[in-house]
C-alpha cells in the first residue's frame, strides 16, 4: 500500500534536514517507537521497536531499518522490516521523505512522506486502505507536532498533515490521542487515534 503525506514545520530548511540526520530524536517523535536495545544503531542498521495496540490486540515490532540521504537534493529513504512473534505478523516497507523550503515562508519547511509497505500475518486484516490512511494522518500529524517541539525555532504549532491523495480531510484540529494511563506509555493506541480522526471529521462537518 503506498500512502502519501506532507506537513509544515516553523523553521529554515536547513535546521530541519540537520534534525532529520538525528535518528534518536526521529524515533523519539514518533509514537510508539523506539530504538531497541541499548547499543543503538550500528553497521547492520537502526534495531527498532515499535508497538501498537489495536482493541485488545497488542503487538510489538521487533526489527532493523536502513537510513539512506541525498544531501544535495535534501531528500531520503528509510527501509527496513519488522516482526511480531505474538500475532505472527510481519511488516516490510519503505519511507522516503522530502524537506522543501515552504513556497509562502522562507522561514518554515514543507516536509514530504512517501511510505509503500505490506504487512501479513494476523494483523494483516486490518490494513484496510480507508483505517490505515486515517491513521496515518493522526500519526504523521503527532510525528510533525513532537518535531516542531524539539527544533531549536520551535514554539509554533507544526500544520497539520494533509493526505496527498483525494480524500476527506479533517477541519478542525484533535487533541493528541493518549493511551490508558495504566498502559505502557511507549504504546501507541490505533483505535483511540482512528477515533481522534473520526471526531476530527465530523466536527469539520458540522
Not at 125 to 142: D, M, P, W, Y
Not at 156 to 162: E, G, I, L, T, W
Not at 173 to 197: N, Q
Request: charged share 20%; hydrophobic share 45%; net charge neutral.
Amino acid at each position: 500500500m503506498l500512502l502519501e503525506q506532507r506537513f509544515s514545520l516553523a523553521a529554515p530548511v536547513d535546521t530541519v534536514w540537520q534534525a532529520f540526520h538525528d535518528v534518536g530524536v526521529l524515533v523519539e517523535c514518533l509514537p510508539g517507537a523506539s530504538i531497541n536495545g541499548s547499543a543503538g544503531p550500528d553497521a547492520d542498521g537502526i534495531p527498532l521497536l515499535f508497538k501498537v495496540k489495536l482493541g485488545p490486540i497488542a503487538a510489538g515490532f521487533a526489527g532493523r531499518g536502513q537510513i539512506a540521504f541525498d544531501e544535495a537534493a535534501k531528500s531520503g529513504s528509510f527501509s527496513g522490516s519488522a516482526v511480531d512473534a505474538k500475532t505472527n505478523s510481519r511488516v516490510k516497507g519503505e519511507a522516503r521523505f522530502a524537506a522543501a523550503p515552504a513556497a509562502d515562508d522562507a522561514q518554515a519547511t514543507q516536509v514530504t512522506l512517501e511510505v509503500d509497505y505490506s504487512i501479513t500475518g494476523t494483523l494483516a486484516q486490518f490494513s484496510r486502505e480507508g483505517i490505515v490512511r486515517a491513521l496515518a494522518e493522526q500519526l504523521t500529524r503527532q510525528f510533525a507536532d513532537n518535531l516542531q517541539a524539539r527544533l531549536p525555532q520551535g514554539g509554533s504549532a507544526a500544520a497539520p498533515a494533509v493526505p496527498a491523495a483525494p480524500g476527506p480531510t479533517p477541519r478542525a484540529a484533535s487533541a493528541p490521542a493518549r493511551a490508558d494511563p495504566r498502559e505502557d506509555p511507549s504504546t501507541i493506541d490505533l483505535w483511540t487515534l482512528f477515533k481522534a480522526w473520526m471526531r476530527g471529521l465530523f466536527a469539520g462537518r458540522s
